[in-house]
């Protein structure tokens, strides 16, 4: 079915505006895939929070013009179902990897995070980026880490004397 001119206007508008937001988006070839595969895969990707849409690639090569994704030119060759991540740059790209592992046929092509380039072969290094919660939790860890043994620093020489007293006690007790 032929698109006419609006419906063009209105598909590159919807995913120009969805990449300006996006931190990263990942090109994955779905030829072989049924319906009913590429249904569960849009299902878990809202679930994830990641917006998946299949364009043309002369339609996503001009949504991506005025974007950081500009970088994919080179890459939209072919049938390609776009993953697009929101705040989590690693969210499609670990949708993705559960889909290639579960469904032979998907077969990543290629990933951009913040308009750089990156190969399919890279997919299990941007899937294993931590989440936005797991990021939050280690950089607080990291920071709790100096004041937490600036306290144990501060608590030990009285530990200390306490441990010697009870010693001392215990040793007074056990000669008596």
């Given at each position: 079915m032929a698109l006419r001119l609006d419906d063009?206007?209105?598909?590159?508008a919807e995913v120009a505006e969805v990449a300006r937001h996006a931190t990263?988006?990942?090109a994955a070839n779905y030829m072989g895939l049924t319906v009913s595969q590429l249904t569960e895969l849009r299902k878990s990707a809202r679930n994830a929070g990641v917006y998946v849409r299949?364009?043309?690639n002369t339609l996503a090569r001009r949504a991506f013009e005025s974007t950081q994704f500009a970088c994919m030119d080179s890459a939209l060759v072919g049938p390609l179902v776009l993953a697009f991540s929101g705040e989590e740059p690693g969210a499609?790209?670990?949708?993705?990897k559960e889909f290639a592992k579960k469904f032979e046929k998907l077969e990543v092509k290629a990933l951009a995070i913040d308009g750089v380039l990156l190969p399919g072969s890279e997919l299990n290094r941007v899937a294993s980026l931590p989440t936005r919660n797991e990021a939050i939790a280690i950089l607080l860890g990291v920071m709790s880490a100096p004041i937490s043994k600036f306290v144990r620093t501060l608590a030990e020489p009285h530990a200390k004397l306490v441990r010697t007293l009870a010693?001392?006690?215990d040793k007074m007790q056990s000669a008596a």
């Open positions: 063009k206007k209105a598909i590159v990263s988006v990942v299949v364009v043309r499609s790209a670990r949708l993705m010693a001392v006690r």
